[in-house]
């Protein structure tokens, strides 16, 4: 089964993308992770990949596409797939779409996570790390026992950059921007199932479950 999952930054796709993998047995793809391994490992779309990250510029849309096919291309997608932050926008979807068809597979299913704006600019701006061993927290809902530290080395936590609520906000507009024709386009193939981001990991995990045994 090919599943992608959409929404903005923040909302827990990640989290549920996990999950899915688990459960379905189905590999876990995130244009993040593939754009690591790729730098990482010194592959010639990771070297492009980081002239551009290194600048502060966005990857272009044909080299994270180039990126996605190749891993769709893996022996361990046949039996399906959960795509995690691709397509984000409708021209990365129609890409997707069309290689899918000339591999005689397709999404199945796109889930998109929805949740109000002022929750998303709450959970992402209240994030907070550790600035030695990285593990993460929130001021609201995933509070250390001491304030400011690590409970696991006692370091000071930091908020990351890009959390700021300007940023957040910022991001978020471009995000919604460039979305919305991607939402458009899985609604009119009826492949779209909108599920209310507004609960707990496991609840919403369970309505995104029924979402595709509907369609398994």
């Known amino acids: 089964m090919g ?3 959409l929404g903005a ?6 989290t549920q993308a996990k999950l899915i993998s688990e459960k379905f047995k189905i590999p876990h793809i995130s244009t993040g992770d593939l754009f690591r391994f790729n730098i990482d490992n010194r592959t010639s779309l990771g070297a492009e990949a980081k002239a551009y990250l290194g600048t502060g510029k966005l990857v272009p849309d044909d080299l994270t596409v180039s990126m996605v096919k190749e891993r769709l291309s893996q022996e361990d997608c046949i039996g399906g797939f ?7 926008n409708i021209y990365q979807a129609v890409e997707l779409d069309l290689f899918l068809y000339e591999h005689m597979k397709s ?3 796109a889930v998109l ?3 109000p704006t002022s929750l998303i600019v709450e959970r992402t701006t209240g994030r907070r790390i ?8 929130h001021i609201k809902f995933k509070k250390p026992k001491f304030e400011s530290k690590c409970d696991k080395c006692g370091e000071q936590l930091m908020q990351r950059s890009d959390d700021g609520e300007e940023i957040v906000k910022e991001r978020l507009y471009i995000h919604n921007s460039n979305i919305k024709p991607v939402i458009d386009f899985y609604s009119t193939t009826r492949r779209l199932s909108i599920i ?4 707990d990991v496991v609840s919403i995990f369970n309505i995104i479950c029924s979402a595709l045994k509907a369609v398994s």
Request: with cysteine.
């Open 130 to 137: 550790c600035s030695v061993c990285g593990t993460d927290y």
């Open 107 to 109: 999404i199945d299913r």
């Open 113 to 115: 996570i929805d949740i």
């Open 82 to 88: 959960v795509l995690d932050g691709f397509p984000r």
């Open 196 to 199: 209310n981001g507004y609960s």
């Open 9 to 14: 930054p923040g909302v827990g796709k990640g």
């Open 3 to 5: 599943i992608l999952l």
